[in-house]
């Protein structure tokens, strides 16, 4: 019997202490169908906050055993599991009324026509895109709806903190009892887990957690499309010097139709790749309602920040950032609306998740901890400037970053070109990323050793340093706007004072225009105006203009004489 890996390990602890007693596995169609609905860990960043460089006083609360937890709220709030086979939904009940009141759990594929609530920063229906899953809470633009595959727990969710309008297109359905033998076990695990850490065993304390959280996830397995087939490249009889060279090429022929890929191993082997039938069977509906209920609990407290007003930064899994002064609020909120204290270190509480590491190798209370600096630059990649108060009073600073896809070493190692410390060059190299820059991390800096493996599946030692490119499109976005906005302000001040300038010299022109023409010039038009005026028919004039015409002809004797200096004369011309 092959060795068992921890979650098939825990799997089977579970199978054999009742937790899946009465339950039907699914495969096939159905099991893919379930596949729909099943949604893993949760991570978003507020777009309010993305790519920028927060100040204030931030908290980072983390859930206690999520799914452990989950497994329980399910048994104890939602009365258990479903037990016996499912059901398609006939044409007639293909509504809410049925679903709600006639079965024990469903999956079904609705279509969402109105979203009626929006949650303030983190929404909560999920919308496949083509290669990410995003987070809405609108329809898209073009007026579309929304087609979605969810389970009943993620159905009343949408319903309850975004007051969704659907129909129900097609499902399943599970009408049997409930087993509620996975919460008490989950909890007996996480009880033994308290006591080996009272107990200062710390090993058996981590093999306790790793056995609750992997107790759901043999139930969601998928099955590889593919295996592998070892080939012999040299029969007996050739290796007893007789000529045979059509082996492997006679079995390669032979599952021509199911051979993916095939690479040589050494020299009498080949490695093949073929596809195979899919025969697996799974509880993928188990799975679906635990990650669906751990969702839930972080769904309350995320739509009671949303209606209370306050700030949620960012999310990841079973923990988030909020204002360090929102927690009291938040936690009197959450026990009057739910009956149980928020905050906590049981199952389904919420605890500090920040980590702080004191020069004497002692830990720092984590609820004496808050960030003062945050850069959300995106999705598993952020930085908190930590700062605690020590027991004795004394003020201590820290940090706590992650990058995804980078090594901690490659990481430090590249902010040495931002700070004279530790700690100012990893700062800048945030601060960088929140500025729009792309920084280059190298994955196995100076003294890191890479390992590389040939055909041959010999290992060697390389000396060649990889690096990858990190960025914030959020940030660079945003930087650039701002750019193009101040390029915008520019020219327009640019033009204003282009304008200006045009006027006044326009100004200045009609000016010595005016006052440089001579003498006999300003007769000659003003005789010639005088002129034109008396060929004119006084009767077709207009008032106006036959006022005009007097008060040309009455000024036509003196305008040789004409003082530009002195006074002009006024008159009234509508009196006229």
């Given at each position: 019997?092959p ?7 825990a ?17 096939g169609?159905?099991r ?10 949760r ?22 055993s999520?799914?452990p937890?989950?497994i329980l709220?399910v048994?104890?709030q939602?009365?258990g599991y479903?037990?016996g086979p499912c ?23 609705i279509e ?14 999920k919308?496949?895109?083509?290669d990410?899953i995003?987070?809405?809470n609108d ?5 579309k709806?929304?087609k ?23 499902g399943m ?6 087993n ?17 850490k ?8 981590g093999?306790y957690?790793?056995i ?19 080939i ?5 009889r ?13 079995t390669?022929?032979?599952n021509?139709h ?9 020299e009498?082997?080949i490695?093949a790749?073929r596809y195979?039938v899919?025969?697996?069977y799974t ?10 209920a ?5 769904n ?23 204002d ?6 938040l ?5 009057v609306?739910y ?5 906590g270190k049981?199952?389904?509480?919420f ?6 590491k ?6 720092l209370?984590?609820?004496?901890v808050?960030?003062t600096d ?9 930085c ?6 020590t027991?004795?009073?004394e ?12 090594t ?15 700690d100012?060059g990893?700062?800048?190299l ?5 500025m729009?820059?792309t920084?280059?991390v ?6 890191q ?6 055909k ?7 000396g ?8 914030s ?20 001040d ?6 200006e300038l045009e006027e ?27 002129a034109?005026?008396m060929?004119m ?7 106006r ?22 006074e002009?004369?006024?008159f009234?011309?509508?009196?006229v």
């Amino acid at each position: 019997m092959p060795p068992l890996l921890l979650a098939s390990y825990a799997n089977r602890y579970m199978g054999h202490n009742g937790s899946f007693d009465g339950m039907y596995e699914l495969s096939g169609e159905l099991r893919a169908y379930q596949g729909q609905a099943v949604a893993g860990g949760r991570v978003y960043v507020s777009p309010r906050a993305e790519g920028k460089h927060l100040q204030g006083k931030f908290a980072y609360l983390d859930a206690v055993s999520l799914y452990p937890s989950a497994i329980l709220y399910v048994c104890e709030q939602l009365g258990g599991y479903p037990t016996g086979p499912c059901e398609m939904l006939a044409p007639e009940q293909l509504n809410y009324d049925f679903l709600r009141t006639q079965t024990t759990e469903y999956t079904v594929t609705i279509e969402i026509t109105a979203i009626g609530k929006k949650q303030r920063d983190i929404p909560f229906i999920k919308v496949n895109l083509k290669d990410s899953i995003d987070y809405v809470n609108d329809l898209p633009d073009d007026g579309k709806s929304i087609k979605a595959t969810v389970d009943r727990v993620t159905l009343e969710d949408w319903i309850e903190f975004h007051q969704i309008t659907f129909t129900v297109l097609q499902g399943m359905f599970w009408s049997g009892p409930r087993n509620t033998t996975f919460g008490n076990i989950q909890r007996k695990i996480f009880d033994g887990r308290l006591a080996a850490k009272k107990a200062g065993e710390v090993a058996r304390a981590g093999i306790y957690k790793l056995i609750g959280n992997s107790a759901y996830g043999k139930t969601i397995q998928k099955t590889s499309p593919t295996d592998k087939l070892m080939i012999e490249c040299i029969s007996t009889r050739e290796r007893d010097h007789e000529q045979s060279e059509t082996n492997y090429r006679l079995t390669l022929y032979n599952n021509l139709h199911l051979i993916k890929s095939f690479r040589f191993v050494g020299e009498h082997q080949i490695e093949a790749t073929r596809y195979k039938v899919d025969q697996g069977y799974t509880l993928a509906h188990i799975g679906s309602q635990v990650l669906a209920a751990s969702k839930r609990l972080m769904n309350r407290v995320f739509n009671l920040a949303s209606d209370m007003g306050f700030n949620l930064y960012y999310t990841d899994t079973d923990s988030f950032v909020c204002d360090h002064g929102a927690v009291p609020h938040l936690a009197a909120a959450f026990a009057v609306r739910y009956g149980f204290p928020l905050l906590g270190k049981d199952m389904m509480q919420f605890h500090s998740d920040f980590t702080f590491k004191l020069p004497n190798g002692k830990s720092l209370d984590a609820e004496r901890v808050y960030s003062t600096d945050f850069w959300p630059i995106g999705k598993k990649l952020y930085c908190h400037a930590l700062e605690g108060e020590t027991e004795e009073g004394e003020l201590v600073k820290s940090k706590q970053f992650k990058c995804k896809g980078c090594t901690h070493e490659g990481l430090l190692y590249k902010s040495r070109e931002y700070g004279d410390t530790e700690d100012e060059g990893v700062f800048g190299l945030y601060m960088n990323l929140s500025m729009g820059k792309t920084i280059e991390v190298p994955l196995n800096p100076p003294g890191q050793t890479r390992f590389v493996y040939d055909k041959d599946n010999r290992v060697s030692t390389h000396g060649k340093i990889f690096y990858r490119n990190i960025r914030s499109k959020a940030a660079q976005a945003r930087v650039a706007a701002e750019q193009k906005a101040a390029v915008a302000d520019r020219s327009m001040d640019t033009c204003c004072q282009q304008v200006e300038l045009e006027e006044e010299e326009e100004e200045e022109e009609e000016e010595d225009v005016f006052y440089d023409l001579p003498d006999s010039t300003r007769d000659s038009w003003r005789s010639s105006a005088a002129a034109m005026m008396m060929t004119m028919d006084s009767k077709s004039l207009s008032p106006r203009l036959q006022a005009s015409q007097t008060l040309v002809e009455s000024s036509q004797g003196s305008v040789g004489s004409c003082d530009l200096g002195s006074e002009p004369q006024q008159f009234d011309v509508d009196a006229v």
